[in-house]
Structures are given as C-alpha cells and as structure tokens.
C-alpha cells in the first residue's frame, strides 16, 4: 500500500508539472547550432539558395511552431542591410531584425526533394536610396499587404544573395529565412502603426497654416484700401513753391487788355 502511494504521488507531480514550450529552444543558441556550421561553407553573393544550411532552418522553423512566432522587432532592434551585407560572416545564422519596402510576392512552392521542408513563400523588399534587395523565404503565409508597404520582419540570415532583374540589371541583398513578417507602414494611406507623425497629422498642419496665410493677406488687403480711402490732411498735401514776384506778370498782362488801353489806342 504504502509503494502504491509513492507511485500516484509520482504520477501526480509528473502531470502537474508544466511542459517545456518550444520557443526555449530557439532561445537556447545551441539549438541552432547545426544549422550554423552547416552555413560555414555558403558562399556569398551567388545567385542560388540551394544549400544544406538554407533547408536545415526551414526545417528548423517547421519543426518548431513556437520559435520566431513573435517578431517583436523594435525600431532599435533593426540592423541596417549595409552591415549584413559587409560582415555576414559576424550575422550568418542569427536571428536578426530588418525592415523594407515589399516589391513583390512570389506564388508559394514546394520542393519536392527535400521533405519536411513544406510549401515557401518568397517575399523580395527594397529600402529607398539603394539597389539592393532583401529575400525573405517564409515558411507561414503573410499577412496580405499592398507593394510598397513597409514590414519588419525577424528572420535568420543566411547569406548575401546575388540577384539579376527582367532587365538585366544585377545587384545583392540579404536572404533570410523566417515565419512571416509585421506590417509597419500601409502604403494605401501611409499611416505608421508605430506612434509618431502620420501623413494625416501633417495634412491638416498645412491646411491650418494655408488658412492663417489667407487671413494674414485679407487683413492687409483692407487695411491698404482703408488707408487709401482716408482724405489727407493740409500737412500732407504739397504746397505750392514760388514768390509773389512769380505771380505779377499775371497782373501786368490784365492791366495790358483793360478797355481804357483800347480806346486810347484807337
């Protein structure tokens, strides 16, 4: 009686205790270990992403429901694309925050050849002032988004990935592989999710100091006609210069035509 009591007291400290969540492992860096030294050998700036250590993470996030399933990408958690694409050696295989500008979504796929891997979405984004171009692989579907929407996405990078457009022009950019990405910035009205100024706030400050100009000019405009209209005074009309020895031919030439001096002429 007494070891059939240890047993259900056992058995009920084992069903009490919480399970250990999924996302422990992806906060343990040993959990991705592997897939980093499988990453050691990837070359950089080729255009292929067919690689051991490119699957391993998709596998990765596959296999972990939990790992990266919350971005939580501050503004200052953000790393510049400049430093992955100049050091990926110090950023391969970690976790990284960025953002960008979605250029296009590519149709989901799925490669056959690698089970376990399951259907990819690719994501390609821009960031203005620069030719490069940032794909994301994403194992879970994105949360629908217009082109040119800013997103933030927390993803593991995996290398810099050459890219050639329709066009023929060629350039570089940051592959990651990760669950799927936040929107930032909606580009159907640009209003920032993130607090700070919005397009709508700086419209209505125009508006606001268009009106003012308009007042501003209209006061100025009556007080000119006002002024116009007001009679002037005897100081502010302009006197008329001259002697009275200007003025006395005036009276010599009337004297001259006197009807005395015509009949005395005649």
């Not at 259900?8 to 040993?30: C, G």
């Not at 457009?165 to 592959?175: F, H, N, V």
Request: glycine share 8%.
């Amino acid at each position: 009686m007494a070891t059939t009591a240890i047993v259900v007291w056992y058995a009920s400290i084992t069903v009490a205790s919480p399970p250990q969540p999924d996302d422990a492992l992806e906060a343990d860096s040993s959990s991705t270990q592997a897939g980093i030294d499988l990453l050691a050998d990837i070359k950089d700036l080729t255009f292929s992403f067919d690689d051991e250590g490119f699957y391993w993470f998709c596998r990765y996030l596959r296999e972990h429901p939990a790992a990266l399933s919350s971005t939580a990408c501050g503004f200052d958690d953000v790393v510049p694309w400049q430093y992955l694409m100049e050091r990926p050696s110090d950023y391969r295989g970690r976790a990284e925050c960025v953002e960008g500008r979605v250029l296009r979504e590519q149709p989901e796929y799925e490669v056959v050849s690698r089970p376990g891997v399951g259907r990819l979405r690719q994501v390609d984004l821009g960031t203005p002032g620069s030719s490069a171009i940032a794909t994301l692989v994403l194992v879970d579907p994105p949360p629908s988004t217009p082109r040119k929407s800013l997103v933030r996405v927390r993803g593991f990078f995996i290398k810099v990935r050459s890219y050639r457009t329709e066009s023929g022009d060629e350039g570089a950019g940051p592959l990651f592989v990760a669950r799927t990405f936040d929107v930032v910035e909606t580009a159907r009205n640009g209003v920032r999710s993130e607090s700070g100024v919005n397009s709508r706030d700086i419209l209505t400050a125009m508006a606001g100091i268009t009106f003012g100009l308009f007042l501003l000019v209209m006061m100025l405009r009556r007080q000119a006609a006002a002024s116009a209209t007001v009679p002037k005074s005897p100081a502010d009309r302009p006197s008329v210069s001259g002697t009275p020895s200007d003025f006395e031919w005036m009276g010599e030439k009337s004297r001259e035509s006197t009807p005395e001096d015509h009949s005395t002429r005649g």
